[in-house]
């Protein structure tokens, strides 16, 4: 579990607070709404110890997760889908309801990730998540993705960023050769 706080310009002039939870999945979680609503409310609870006077307004969370399950996410991705929807029908306006932003690896290709935006450190750790458990094929993968290896292994934390996910694959992929790792 990984939150980030930051203050934000309010359109009039003054900040505002806002939390970013972060959660990390390799399995999907039926009932990650309200996981997500119990961190939710920790981190509330904590940030309104710390404030006196009683603040007006609590910050606001927005919940993230990445999941990396092989099959996709096939489960709720908001409070409203946890609930019976004849009951949502009839009292909805008074049930908790919230949604969460899921970043779904398994709906994307390989290429796709490659695509996005972000460090070569960060594409390779999603590629990995995506592929490291299962992908047959993960080897040929690697070799397709050289120049992020390439790219890592030039920063100037390239050891720690090499041994990191040397040791992802290592614990994802037990059956993976020293000598092709190596060879990538």
Do not use: C
């Amino acid at each position: 579990l990984l939150h980030i706080a930051g203050l934000l310009e309010h359109p009039d002039g003054g900040e505002v607070f806002l939390y970013v939870l972060f959660e990390h999945q390799s399995t999907v979680d039926a009932l990650m709404p309200l996981r997500l609503l119990r961190y939710m409310v920790s981190i509330w609870d904590r940030w309104l110890s710390a404030q006196s006077p009683a603040p007006e307004h609590l910050p606001g969370i927005i919940p993230v997760v990445l999941s990396h399950d092989e099959r996709g996410w096939r489960a709720a991705t908001s409070m409203h889908g946890l609930f019976d929807p004849a009951l949502v029908q009839v009292a909805g306006d008074y049930l908790p309801q919230f949604a969460f932003a899921l970043d779904d690896l398994a709906a994307n290709t390989d290429e796709q990730i490659m695509e996005r935006a972000g460090t070569a450190r960060a594409l390779l750790a999603l590629l990995l998540l995506r592929n490291a458990r299962a992908a047959p094929d993960l080897m040929q993968r690697m070799m397709r993705w050289a120049s992020l290896f390439r790219a890592v292994a030039s920063a100037p934390d390239w050891r720690e960023a090499l041994t990191l996910l040397v040791e992802y694959l290592a614990v994802a992929r037990d059956r993976l050769k020293t000598q092709d790792i190596r060879r990538v």
